[in-house]
């Protein structure tokens, strides 16, 4: 059975880093797009940032130059080095992987994050 672990989430000051994990019980992962997905209480799910089996990225607008997201396909996790956080990046963040040309869509639990003096 496919489980998707984050962990790194917690409560930190506008400013603050913090850095999510997302662990992968998945055969073959570095064939997978992985994503972070948030959503913010009363807001649609958003894709914060996503990388390739090649390793490109991208990112949302609104995190870009403050996120990174980075994959270790030696240990099947991926990464998202969050910095400079502010209070609208409050949300539950989830991992994300995807088989591309398959049905292979798979979500973690989520992981709370919370930006507040």
């Known amino acids: 059975q496919v489980q998707l672990v984050e962990s790194g989430g917690g409560l930190v000051q506008p400013g603050g880093s913090l850095r999510l994990s997302c662990a992968a019980s998945?055969?073959?992962?570095?064939?997978?797009?992985m994503g972070w997905y948030r959503q913010a209480p009363g807001k649609e799910r958003e894709l914060v940032a996503s990388i390739t089996s090649g390793s490109s990225t991208s990112y949302v607008d609104s995190v870009k130059g403050r996120f990174t997201i980075s994959r270790d396909n030696a240990k099947n996790t991926v990464y998202l080095q969050m910095n400079s956080l502010k209070p609208e990046d409050t949300a539950v963040y989830y991992c994300?992987?995807?088989?591309?040309?398959?049905?292979?869509?798979?979500w973690g639990q989520g992981t709370q994050v919370t930006v507040s003096s």
């Open positions: 998945v055969k073959l992962f570095s064939l997978y797009v």
């Open positions: 994300n992987a995807k088989l591309v040309l398959s049905a292979s869509n798979y």
